[in-house]
């Protein structure tokens, strides 16, 4: 039996689409983070639909677990087989061209493995924004951001992943093809499809191609570096700018004093935007088409008098490009300083905007208690409410994985049990995968879970697509 | 057993709540247009989530169906019952108040019986925008708008009803409530159900109440009535103007000259926007907070270098506010117009932006040969690619329901083929309900088909919840 799945998947696939040897599938079996270390089966690498289509048959009728992967960026486990070398991997990276940019309707046709800065990079070329924005735009793929609807900077104008999203492929669970590749911007013949795709982290399918929105390219922007006497005021300086600036607001990211002090000692090429130290920075971005504007005086206005109002006690605005892209690196190398500092638990969360402080300031108190020996560093996307929570361990003192899981679940337990309390959700722009699995119960309403299941049941009654990922 | 259903509701309801007179119940069993006309067992008026569920639950346990209603403004019959009378309506018109409206975290959570126009007027009231804009507000009602993912003109920017929505509350078919009323921006912990409720027009459940996302409150607009030598060339002008304006572009609406003369001549207080006639109008719509920058005299200087481009051949930017809403006045009142001048057989079909000239000249051809005496009328939304070709019939011939419904056939036959061979949707904002129900196994792809029945017997395995709409 095992050796006719094999040889099926080779004559499917063709040279060069089935990898079997340990070494060449390792990479694919280990998350970046090395949380996660799985064993598959074997690994193959499709070049189209049909030969994802053919591959997922096979599977199925062999009855072989099936686990999606796109560039392997995700940090929950979602594109991680377990450990029972069940599983055939499915990577997409070889299904990578961008088909078609169509400039008259907006819209970008790609296949799934496409990484997002080719996506963009295109996008760009045709005198157009893709605005998905994530610091993995190297790697990640177009399939994997649509699985996880993925989030990043730009959510507060252009919205997540899902609202980016004009039409889908997906092999089905059964090896069906879903054919929604459309580009329509109304559609109502019946129940939304793709929803069932995106966001579900393959566990309904594996999307193969997308047309994805396309948005009028900027052609000139302001940004500025702020200092706030308390993390409060960036929740009063984000309506402010939201009615001053309106949707040319594009980004508002929080960050604590301790994560500025980390980024500025661990990372190269860094350097203090302020001469003021303050206990809480955002930095803001607006951008526009329109030209005629002097978009950095405008924003310098409404930060000064902002300033006069008390709401920010200081701020830079950016005077040259190479300044803004300064201000963004302290935003982006964030990860990298905290991996630096020591061993790092994140959180995900999300709570309601007028929640963010409280849940600041609650998660501080109750982290500092249970884990007195942690730095904490915050960092969060003000206008999404999607605080990351960074608990930062001692390395030698959480050098064993025991004592780092324990810390783990304590940090995890606060965290957790604070933005539920405040309305707010566990998992907010990274999904669910293996990491928060197990929590759902905890979180979700039994008939949110009980449809969940349905759902799943519905479309891969074998439990063979992406099985033990977001629903148990 | 009759009995016990009506004694349990009366008992559920309390007084006000059930209502048995047929001549109470005659409004809520017909549409306005006149086209369908069912009979309902009884019709009953909640006035809280609670009572829905109950309501649900007594109808499922008597094996009743159940067809939900809003405003009753749709034009697909997605709220008319069967005349098989055994069917209960449930109103949600009592359940109509606004209960927050939140402008730090820019959402409105309001019950789903609410008035479009209500929630607009919330949202302003707070400074605020929801930008849903119907020409029924009026009367139309969130829970609808949600159920039949609305379009209307502010699309091209804000998108449909289903990028508007946060979070919502629906009765299950099985009487469960769905407690997803979150105003999180981000939330990916697992399947997002929200999607099934939204655009299934009440086959899925009933949409009880709803979080909506506000926006910014435009202070400042341009409007411009713009005349073109040929429709393609308001495709060009779309890219043109989305380059030069970016997203404060938020509509450019289509119209033949045949549509604007009918309501030139049977509409009221409207005139002549400009002194040249030309084949085809569009309407164009800035909006900004930003209010130092003259965007009439912006407009201006586009549309005058369109014209140097030969892109538009004459055009007028609204000097006042008053001569802006003579503007929308000619757009708004087109229904009414057509209506006026015969028997209307209208269309909702989308295509691709690039397909919408090749659809008007295919259809206007297959249209003049196959029902000669009919006068063609185009209203569209241009960045939508939402077409909607009107066909007026002469009142007299066809006064006869077999002689217009014949008419109606033979146009719909033409219309939804020639959009379904350019890429295109025979629905595009309306929905299915009834009347493209029996249709859409000849346009959506098996499989498509597939899934909604699954998705439909999951949810509602007893075929009770608004049945015969959407899936066979």
């Not at 095992?2 to 063709?14: D, S």
């Not at 046709?109 to 893709?130: C, H, I, Y």
């Not at 303050?278 to 030209?291: C, R």
Request: charged share 20%; glycine share 8%; net charge neutral.
């Amino acid at each position: 039996m095992t050796t006719t799945l094999e040889n099926e998947l080779a004559a499917i696939l063709g040279p060069g689409g089935l990898v079997t040897d340990p070494n060449e599938i390792a990479p694919h079996t280990k998350d970046w983070r090395g949380r996660y270390n799985g064993v598959a089966r074997c690994l193959v690498r499709p070049c189209s639909t049909a030969e994802v289509s053919a591959t997922v048959k096979a599977c199925i009728n062999h009855g072989v677990p099936i686990v999606p992967q796109g560039g392997n960026t995700g940090v929950c486990g979602g594109a991680i087989p377990d450990a029972s070398g069940r599983s055939v991997v499915v990577n997409l990276a070889r299904m990578n061209r961008v088909r078609t940019v169509d400039p008259v309707a907006n819209t970008l046709t790609t296949e799934a493995g496409a990484t997002l800065v080719e996506v963009r990079q295109k996008a760009t070329d045709a005198g157009r924004l893709f605005p998905l924005d994530l610091g993995s735009e190297g790697s990640c793929q177009i399939g994997g951001n649509i699985a996880s609807n993925a989030g990043g900077t730009t959510v507060l104008r252009y919205g997540n992943m899902r609202e980016l999203v004009l039409g889908l492929e997906a092999v089905l669970p059964d090896g069906r093809v879903f054919s929604g590749l459309r580009s329509l911007r109304k559609d109502n013949t019946g129940y939304d499809l793709r929803q069932l795709f995106i966001g579900s982290e393959g566990t309904l399918g594996i999307v193969t191609a997308a047309v994805l929105k396309l948005f009028p390219q900027p052609r000139s922007s302001a940004t500025a570096f702020v200092a706030l006497a308390e993390c409060r005021a960036a929740i009063t300086l984000l309506a402010r700018l939201r009615e001053t600036c309106g949707d040319r607001l594009t980004a508002i990211e929080l960050m604590s004093k301790r994560q500025l002090d980390a980024v500025l000692l661990h990372v190269e090429r860094t350097r203090k935007p302020l001469a003021m130290t303050a206990p809480w920075y955002v930095l803001v971005e607006l951008t526009d088409t329109a030209t005629d504007v002097d978009w950095p005086e405008h924003l310098a206005t409404v930060l000064e008098r902002a300033r006069a109002d008390s709401i920010v006690v200081d701020a830079a605005v950016a005077a040259s490009e190479s300044q803004a892209h300064d201000f963004w690196r302290l935003r982006h190398t964030v990860s990298e300083a905290n991996v630096r500092t020591g061993r790092v638990v994140s959180h995900d969360t999300a709570v309601p905007i007028a929640a963010i402080a409280e849940f600041i300031a609650r998660t501080e108190t109750e982290l500092v208690s249970a884990l007195p020996e942690a730095a904490l560093h915050y960092v969060g996307h003000v206008g999404d409410g999607n605080v990351h929570a960074v608990v930062v361990l001692p390395p030698d003192r959480y050098a064993a994985p025991l004592a780092f899981e324990d810390a783990a679940r304590r940090a995890n337990e606060v965290v957790h049990r604070l933005a539920a309390s405040l309305g707010g959700c566990i998992g907010a722009e990274h999904g669910v995968g293996q990491s928060l699995r197990d929590q759902l119960p905890r979180f979700k309403d039994p008939i949110d879970l009980d449809l969940m299941r349905g759902l799943k049941r519905l479309l891969d009654p074998n439990n063979l697509m992406n099985p033990g990922k977001v629903v148990g």
